[in-house]
């Protein structure tokens, strides 16, 4: 079992639609990353939640860490075409060590 | 922003020989890199902390003495893939730490044949 359950695991939808993603776990991660992974390539780091409860906004997505620090949310707003991608969570453990969920395949039709 | 490469991108290799795969970070040092393993349509899956001038940490059911790990210096890490076997075939990303935040490689995508 993954220690980070990321969910859906695949998503299509159409343009202009709005979409979660969920990352959840039992345990407490002193920091979250949301990853953006393109095919044959390394993932790209999106942002990083710290604080119990922080929100934080990159244009379009939306991102929250919960109060216990132990799930984080992603949602895009009005997503496009180049939203396609692998979105993935990772919660950074006290040990320093990145976990990964199973990641979100994102498909948006135009 | 901190800038992480992997050579080579690609390598196909027979069954039995040995792969060895680089990771540098270009514009800063690492004390620590990390190197992962993605199967098609899987997520990361960390297999070892690489540690510069001390022996790796490997993750549970991550053979040492087959993916071999080097920190030689602040800047370079390297992975080498002992008696390849098709199972090893994926595709492998390294990342380096700095101000508390992992830079990913490009990653190298090995098939074995």
């Known amino acids: 079992t993954q220690l980070l359950e990321q969910s859906p695991q695949f998503l299509s939808i159409q343009e202009g639609e709005n979409l979660t993603v969920y990352c959840n776990s039992s345990?407490?991660?002193?920091?979250l990353q949301w990853y953006r992974q393109e095919p044959g390539e390394g993932p790209v780091l999106l942002v990083t939640v710290v604080t119990g409860g922080e929100v934080k906004k990159l244009k379009r997505l939306t991102f929250q860490f919960g109060d216990a620090r132990k799930d984080s949310s992603l949602h895009i707003t009005a997503a496009q075409p180049g939203d396609t991608g692998l979105y993935l969570c990772?919660?950074?453990?006290?040990?320093?060590?990145?976990?990964f969920g199973a990641g979100t395949r994102l498909t948006v039709k135009p | 922003g901190a800038v992480v490469s992997q050579h080579p991108s690609w390598v196909i290799c027979k069954s039995g020989t040995s792969v060895k795969i680089e990771c540098r970070s270009l514009?800063?040092?690492?004390?620590?890199m990390f190197w992962y393993r993605q199967f098609p349509k899987q997520s990361l899956m960390l297999m070892a902390t690489s540690n510069e001038g001390s022996k790796a940490t490997y993750e549970q059911g991550v053979e040492k003495d087959k993916f071999l790990i080097n920190h030689a210096s602040l800047t370079l890490s390297t992975l080498t893939v002992t008696s390849a076997h098709p199972e090893d075939s994926s595709f492998y990303i390294c990342s380096a730490r700095t101000g508390g935040t992992q830079y990913f490689g490009p990653g190298t995508r090995l098939l074995v044949l």
């Open positions: 345990s407490v991660f002193s920091s």
């Open positions: 990772a919660g950074e453990t006290l040990n320093d060590m990145l976990r």
């Open positions: 514009d800063f040092q690492a004390t620590t």
